[in-house]
């Protein structure tokens, strides 16, 4: 079946630092690949999407590039600041109906 | 512009008795999609509802659990003789009315259910 897979948290950084939150999937044929957000207190939100490969989707800064070859789609930011304090999930979509897997989450801690 | 909204936001029980978590997509969304958030875990798929009619209910528990859609008002989430392992966010999200496979799903803020 499919899954998704990513990095393990908590990720505690400084502001300003590099984030990179890895993630890979297993899945048969071209799934489309989420990078969905959820912010203390509230439900999730769609930070960026890829639906083919090499694909590269981006907002608000984060990037991530659609991996066909190594089954990745892992999430960059060049510059994070306190507001990005944020559990992130990887997801995909294969069936019809738009019912996504997700990972486990990876919980981000920017400190000033 | 009222998002996805979800009822109650916290929800205590004692073991055995019904828990009922309500959900209202946003307007002109007639799919509905339930899913659990354990502790500590991701979101677990568990159902999937259309105006009247479940499409895909793989994710929903055997027994004690039912979900429904109905043509006017909310969709509910129903869980029955509940067990302190119920306890979980409950997430209800929604999508447009034609989906293609675009995976873009718009959340509701959860319910969270404490069994004692």
């Known amino acids: 079946g499919n899954s998704v897979t990513q990095m393990e948290g908590p990720v505690t950084l400084s502001e300003e630092a590099f984030l990179t939150i890895n993630c890979t999937y297993t899945a048969t044929g071209y799934p489309s690949l989420f990078w969905y957000v959820q912010y203390p207190g509230e439900g999730l939100q769609l930070l960026l999407k890829?639906?083919?490969?090499?694909d590269k989707g981006s907002n608000k800064g984060f990037e991530a590039t659609y991996r066909k070859e190594t089954t990745s789609f892992h999430l960059e930011k060049g510059s994070v600041q306190v507001s990005d304090s944020a559990v992130y999930f990887c997801a995909l979509c294969k069936t019809a109906g738009n019912k996504l897997t997700f990972g486990g989450g990876t919980r981000v801690l920017v400190k000033p | 512009n009222a998002g996805v909204m979800q009822n109650p936001r916290h929800l205590v029980r004692r073991r055995g008795q019904e828990a009922r978590l309500r959900c209202s997509p946003m307007k002109g969304h007639s799919h509905v999609y339930w899913y659990r958030q354990l502790p500590e875990e991701g979101l677990k798929f568990m159902v999937y509802l259309q105006k009247e009619n479940i499409i895909d209910e793989s994710g929903m528990p055997k027994e004690r659990f039912s979900a429904e859609f109905p043509k006017e008002g909310p969709s509910i989430l129903r869980i029955q003789q509940v067990v302190r392992g119920d306890s979980a966010a409950y997430f209800c999200a929604s999508s447009p009315s034609a989906p293609p496979n675009t995976g873009e799903l718009f959340f509701g803020e959860g319910s969270r259910l404490t069994v004692l």
């Open positions: 890829a639906t083919k490969a090499d």
